[in-house]
Nanobody, 119 residues
Framework: VQLQASGGGLVQPGGSLSLSCAAS????????MGWYRRAPGKQRELVAV???????RYSDSVKGRFAISGDNAENTVYLQMNSLKPEDTAVYYC??????????????WGSGTQVTVSA
């Protein structure tokens, strides 16, 4: 089982970026999927989480600007980031609870994708 994130890049303040993260491998299903980020010199923090049958959660710093969505059939989670600020600059990581074939739900981390917000 792998999580592969994509979509990072360089954007000017006020701009938008969209991230995606797809789970691949022999998967029965996914439950909670989310995005975290680690800015230079800071600890990793929650950005947004989406879970089956539960409200989505956002960090206060991104509420109203970011939107998380998921596609259960494709085991994919997306993060639409609008009105980006320099303080959003970080490596973004996806995270998911995945049930592999023959196994139980296990937490997985994807490779990070760099988001840089700069003029």
């Amino acid at each position: 089982v792998q999580l592969q994130a994509s979509g990072g890049g360089l954007v000017q303040p006020g701009g938008s970026l969209s991230l995606s993260c797809a789970a691949s491998g022999s998967i029965v299903g996914t439950s909670t999927m989310g995005w975290y980020r680690r800015a230079p010199g800071k600890q990793r923090e929650l950005v947004a989480v989406i879970a089956n049958g539960a409200p989505t959660r956002y960090s206060d710093s991104v509420k109203g600007r970011f939107a998380i969505s998921g596609d259960n059939a494709e085991n994919t989670v997306y993060l639409q980031m609008n009105s980006l600020k320099p303080e959003d600059t970080a490596v973004y990581y996806c995270n998911a609870n995945i049930r592999p074939v023959g196994g139980v739900f296990t937490n997985y981390w994807g490779s990070g994708t760099q988001v840089t917000v700069s003029a």
